[in-house]
């Protein structure tokens, strides 16, 4: 059987650290190695061993009582998250780890959410048991108030595992209390439990002491199954992409069935065939002629699946990832090197890290990146310049901002010049907050072919849409397409596509247009003597927040606060806490913005000088185009307008 663990963990609670003991017990590695000799096994680039953090996700593989694992060390530093998010994805099950000393931390909240929201079983080691100010007990119970109280933290005790069982299921309780409650029942029950996430377990170790690492690890094989399907047609989900030289290596979980060399896949209208199958333990391979359900493994021949794509067999699309970066850095580049060639090495990275999100803006001959946050740009500069020979700097990062309507209107887009003919009448209708686009067809096969209509539908989703405002897309909109008209001879390509487009500019001119803006969802602890400080920050940043929680000698507060206000608090906050307090973020959405006015001021987007846009109309008469502008197109159209 093959099973796929992840190790997660907020940054510096000894993740690495935990992994290269395993992985040397479990004789996958001849040599521990460590993040601060910058040898760990798992940490082999360049970048990792020179900053003592894991950027990349890698996979360790080893044998362990006849099953094969997969071990996938995660980044830990919030700049890299989407590369860990990605990776749970294919996980059977997963290992956080909390320091005994600082217990739940900021990042440590985010990787439960994104466990929990993906239905992956989770075990707690809690390490460092060795270190000055450890108190195990307390962490314990805090894992168990601000996690789940079906925590159970197991020290071996047989008995006290068969009561906590039978306290949580009548059936278990009868055989607890005649006798028959074995310890092989027991393992089993807990088991189902973990694997429907009804129950959590934690121990306790030292991973740099190689104290308790093999025996919390037999307690997680011995409650993990696989899910994949053996006797299926194959299919698998892509979860990481890398390059090695010239060559493009794709990372899949098969999630059913098995794949060999020379198969062929196909994706659409098209297909691709398997020319190589790798095995990967850090950065050694090697090269097998077949997989099977449930393994990790890399190969060459494709180039058509992105990161997060299910292949093979039909099945549903994968959910869209929670952590999208919400800033934006222009690329500075420092020599001769001409732009469409760095555009290219951006967009080879960018299929690496899809969150990047590379723009090329043609008429300013820029490049600009999405990013988590400013450690995540620095890396960018050393790998551009380390892996590519290129020396690039970024502007000052900008927040990513968005735009939506508060009422509903109705958008009109007609184009006509000559010997093109299309026409499209769009409702817009604010949707709730964090809905994103949505679509709705209720435009009759009378007024227009359904393969017009699905090409309406198309055009609405093959791009993000510019606002009025700032230029920046526009979201939480439902649109539904109400009519259409065609040409019989004069419509083509393209024709829907700028009828669309202008039907959409058409409607926002109508509409109220608000700017969105990025907040975080925060939690910051610290000394009661700290309480004014804190409240009074964030009233400053624009935020709010709950109730205080006050303790014997510290303070809780939760709140939500604009990630433009807040992005450079944690130093301020490590400041004046001396290092004690505790700020957690989590991005919160988009909600309407703190400071609209001031924000539209300073981007100074022209909306009438857009060359991707226009809300004009385009008509014909006596074998010319003519443009009607937005004001009066309304009044222009030809199919009868429906209010």
């Not at 590369?83 to 931390?105: K, L, Q, T």
């Not at 195990?136 to 005790?157: G, N, T, Y």
């Not at 993990?224 to 290596?249: C, Q, W, Y």
């Not at 206000?565 to 944690?570: C, L, P």
């Amino acid at each position: 059987m093959y099973k796929t663990i992840g190790v997660l963990a907020h940054v510096d609670a000894g993740k690495t650290t935990f992994c290269e003991q395993l992985l040397y017990e479990m004789s996958s590695i001849k040599k521990r190695g460590r993040v601060d000799h910058k040898d760990a096994f798992l940490d082999h680039h360049d970048i990792e061993r020179a900053r003592g953090i894991t950027i990349f996700a890698e996979q360790g593989r080893f044998e362990f009582k006849g099953d094969t694992y997969t071990l996938i060390d995660t980044p830990g530093h919030v700049d890299f998250s989407p590369e860990m998010e990605r990776a749970i994805r294919v996980m059977d099950a997963a290992i956080i780890i909390v320091s005994a000393v600082d217990g739940i931390e900021g990042h440590t909240e985010t990787v439960w959410r994104l466990l929990r929201d993906n239905n992956v079983p989770i075990f707690f080691f809690i390490n460092k048991n060795d270190r000055e100010g450890a108190i195990v007990e307390a962490v314990v119970q805090q894992l168990q108030k601000e996690f789940s109280s079906e925590l159970i933290h197991f020290d071996h005790d047989m008995d006290l595992m068969k009561e906590w069982l039978a306290e949580r299921d009548e059936p278990i309780m009868k055989q607890y209390f005649d006798g028959t409650l074995t310890d092989e029942l027991s393992w089993r029950y807990l088991a189902e439990k973990v694997l429907n996430n009804e129950a959590f377990l934690s121990m306790t170790g030292s991973a740099l002491k190689n104290v308790g690492v093999v025996e919390f690890f037999e307690v997680v094989a011995q409650l993990t199954v696989s899910k994949a399907k053996m006797n299926e047609p194959f299919r698998g989900i892509v979860f990481k992409i890398r390059h090695d030289e010239h060559h493009r290596l794709t990372f899949i979980k098969a999630l059913a069935g098995s794949l060999h060399v020379r198969q062929e896949l196909s994706f659409g209208e098209t297909s691709e065939k398997v020319t190589e199958i790798r095995l990967y333990n850090g950065q050694q391979f090697t090269s097998v002629q077949q997989v099977e359900a449930g393994d990790v493994f890399a190969v060459k021949g494709l180039s058509q699946p992105s990161i997060g794509e299910m292949i093979g067999q039909q099945f549903p699309t994968a959910n869209p990832y929670e952590l999208i970066p919400t800033l934006q850095a222009k690329v500075i580049v420092n020599g001769t090197i001409p732009m469409k060639e760095v555009t290219r090495i951006f967009r080879l990275l960018e299929s690496e890290e899809p969150s990047l999100k590379v723009v090329w803006r043609e008429q300013f001959q820029e490049i600009s990146v999405h990013v988590m946050g400013v450690i995540q740009l620095e890396v960018l500069v050393e790998i551009m310049r380390e892996r590519f020979g290129i020396e690039v700097s970024f502007g000052k990062p900008q927040i990513l901002y968005m735009e939506t309507i508060r009422n509903a209107v109705i958008g009109y887009g007609h184009f006509e010049p000559l010997k093109h003919y299309a026409e499209v009448h769009l409702k817009m209708e604010p949707n709730e907050r964090g809905k994103g686009i949505t679509f709705n067809n209720a435009c009759h096969t009378d007024n227009l072919l359904v393969g017009h209509q699905r090409l309406i539908e198309k055009h609405l989703f093959e791009r993000k849409h510019h606002g009025l405002l700032t230029g920046f897309p526009i979201t939480d909109i439902h649109f539904t397409l109400l009519t259409g008209r065609a040409h019989v001879e004069h419509t083509s390509g393209g024709d829907f596509r700028e009828a669309s487009f202008r039907a959409i500019r058409q409607g926002l001119e109508q509409a109220e247009n608000i700017v969105l803006e990025p907040y975080y969802k925060f939690k910051m602890k610290a000394n009661l003597e700290h309480i004014g400080r804190m409240m009074s920050d964030i009233q400053q940043a624009s935020g709010t927040f709950d109730a205080p929680i006050l303790h014997e000698e510290s303070v809780t507060i939760v709140g939500r606060v604009p990630v433009s206000t807040f992005m450079d608090y944690t130093t301020q906050f490590a400041s004046y806490t001396n290092g004690k307090g505790m700020l957690s973020l989590q991005f919160d959405q988009y909600d309407v913005c703190h400071n609209m006015e001031q924000v539209i001021l300073e981007i100074n987007y022209q909306k009438d000088a857009d060359p991707d846009y226009s809300s004009s109309s385009i008509f014909c008469a006596k074998g010319k185009g003519y443009s009607v502008s937005w004001q009066d197109a309304k009044a222009a159209m030809h199919c009868p307008v429906v209010e």
